[in-house]
Antibody, heavy 123, light 113 residues
Framework: QVQLVQSGAEVKKPGASVKVSCKTS????????IHWVRQAPGQGLEWMGW????????SYAQKFQGRVTMTRDTSISTAYMELNRLTFDDTAVYYC????????????????WGQGTLVTVSS | DIVMTQSPDSLAVSLGEGATIYCKSS????????????LAWYQQKPGQPPKLLIY???IRASGVPDRFSGSGSGTDFTLTISSLQAEDVALYYC?????????FGQGTKLEIK
């Protein structure tokens, strides 16, 4: 079955960077984009951007432009999200999620999701 | 950006009764060329990731019980649970995938009365 398994929780200091991984299985990694969505404690869902594992192309929400980098390693079917210059407001659970894609396009509802990675920014 | 607004923020319903959650988008998410509404609904339980319930505004995802149904078009949408079960206690979110950035409603908390 399709699975997205994320790396473990992280604690970082303000100004540091964090890199979260999302290891996929059960499907051809390069056939589906990977999106990243975050959820601050007790808050709603915030879309961050996507990566096309086939060619490494990316698109980021304007809020995160210049601070986020999404990459992938096709040899191990894993996507990564790196967020720089962390602030306390970046404390959140970060999710990777897969849209519904055909050979020509994607419909950007998300199923399945990774289990989430808690990133805590604390001094 | 398309702003998604859900109502109510929280809802308490008796077991076996129906529940309705509303979602309004700041602009239409109906793509006229294919007559599809680019609107999804998710359920999120504590400590879990969101789970897809509905896409194209009214199509149930695989394995979703038929007591869940979605309706609406353009800017106004509803998620209806026909007969509330204890396991339906959760947060519910709508999401538009009409245009980037793909935005979510603020969530509706569904509880048992």
């Amino acid at each position: 079955q399709v699975q997205l398994v994320q790396s473990g929780a992280e604690v970082k200091k303000p100004g540091a960077s964090v890199k979260v991984s999302c290891k996929t299985s059960g499907y051809t990694f390069t056939d589906y984009f990977i999106h990243w969505v975050r959820q601050a404690p007790g808050q709603g869902l915030e879309w961050m951007g996507w990566i096309n594992p086939n060619n490494g192309g990316t698109s980021y929400a304007q809020k995160f432009q210049g601070r986020v980098t999404m990459t992938r390693d096709t040899s191990i079917s894993t996507a990564y999200m790196e967020l720089n210059r962390l602030t306390f407001d970046d404390t959140a659970v970060y999710y990777c999620a897969r849209p519904d894609c055909s050979s020509t396009s994607c419909r950007n509802w998300f199923d399945p999701w990774g289990q989430g990675t808690l990133v805590t920014v604390s001094s | 950006d398309i702003v998604m607004t859900q109502s109510p923020d929280s809802l308490a319903v008796s077991l076996g009764e129906g529940a309705t959650i509303y979602c309004k988008s700041s602009q239409s998410v109906l793509y006229t060329s294919n007559n599809k509404n680019y609107l999804a609904w998710y359920q999120q339980k504590p400590g879990q990731p969101p789970k897809l319930l509905i896409y194209w505004a009214s199509i149930r995802a695989s394995g979703v019980p038929d007591r869940f149904s979605g309706s609406g078009s353009g800017t106004d949408f509803t998620l209806t649970i026909s007969s509330l079960q204890a396991e339906d206690v959760a947060l519910y979110y709508c999401q538009q995938y009409y245009s980037s950035p793909y935005t979510f409603g603020q969530g509706t908390k569904l509880e048992i009365k």
